[in-house]
């Protein structure tokens, strides 16, 4: 599963039985397409996600204190992924980052604009702030 789908998995499917180890189909790495729904989540998601509630509502479960409205890393650590440079390095290539990667401060606040323009093109409601 690609990084990106692994993250919207954990997202969008929080509350459904296996959603962290449901296969997501995606596009080819580096194409800078967004993973392509499953049909039975499609199908079963007919609103919106309300990704800024979800994400608090992980936040305040969370012991440490973490910013994703800001930090990718911070995104990824809440949701319960790998947050290290290599898996970053490989989102960036999934979202066809071409910055230099060895630059992590801006690969990084790309990642997260990317991340959450990807989740409000797929079914997510991202408060309007975070797209900019």
Do not use: C
């Not at 992980?58 to 290599?86: C, F, H, Y």
């Not at 990807?118 to 997510?124: V, Y």
């Amino acid at each position: 599963m690609s990084v990106l789908g692994n993250l919207f998995n954990r997202i969008f499917h929080r509350n459904q039985p296996g959603a962290a180890t449901t296969t997501a189909q995606t596009a080819p790495a580096g194409s800078g397409a967004a993973p392509q729904p499953q049909a039975g989540a499609a199908a079963a998601t007919t609103e919106r996600v309300d990704i800024e509630k979800v994400l608090n509502e992980m936040a305040e479960k969370n012991p440490q204190k973490l910013n994703w409205r800001t930090s990718i890393v911070d995104l990824m650590k809440l949701v319960g992924m790998d947050s290290s440079l290599a898996e970053r390095k490989q989102l960036a290539d999934e979202l066809g980052y071409t910055g230099d990667k060895n630059d992590s401060a801006s690969m990084n606040i790309w990642l997260h604009k990317q991340v959450m323009k990807k989740m409000s093109e797929n079914g997510g409601k991202v408060p309007a702030d975070l797209l900019d």
